[in-house]
């Protein structure tokens, strides 16, 4: 059992950059990959990041390649998204998601651990 708790959203204006956080319970997190994911109002959640456990591959969406990193702290049992020149429609709920899977990391059918997601605001 894993449980997540995201941190680090807020109000930011275009352009401005953010650190999110999600901070992981248990011993074998560096047995789980990570995904981020993010969801707007009236929309479908989306796939933001990942990071594979076995080999540390990363994924990115082709909206935010070149604008967000993800990386992660097996020490502090920590996945982070640093993401950078942000723009209005990165404005959503962002949620960080776990799961042993090494395959498939760009869907939410993938992780069965989620946690309560943050907010980020992007204003123009």
């Known amino acids: 059992q894993v449980q997540l708790v995201e941190s680090g959203g807020g109000l930011v204006q275009a352009g401005d950059s953010l650190r999110l956080s999600c901070a992981a319970s248990?011993?074998?997190?560096?047995?789980?990959?990570m995904g981020w994911f993010r969801q707007a109002p009236g929309k479908e959640r989306e796939s933001v990041a990942a990071i594979n456990w076995n080999d540390g591959n990363t994924y990115y969406s082709d909206s935010v390649k070149g604008r967000f990193t993800i990386s992660r702290d097996n020490a502090k049992n920590t996945v982070y998204l640093q993401m950078n020149s942000l723009k209005p429609e990165d404005t959503a709920v962002y949620y960080c998601?776990?799961?042993?899977?090494?395959?498939?990391?760009?869907?939410?059918?993938?992780?069965?651990?989620w946690g309560q997601g943050t907010q980020v605001t992007v204003s123009s």
């Open positions: 248990g011993r074998t997190f560096r047995r789980y990959s």
């Open positions: 998601a776990a799961d042993r899977n090494m395959y498939g990391l760009g869907s939410p059918m993938s992780y069965n651990y």
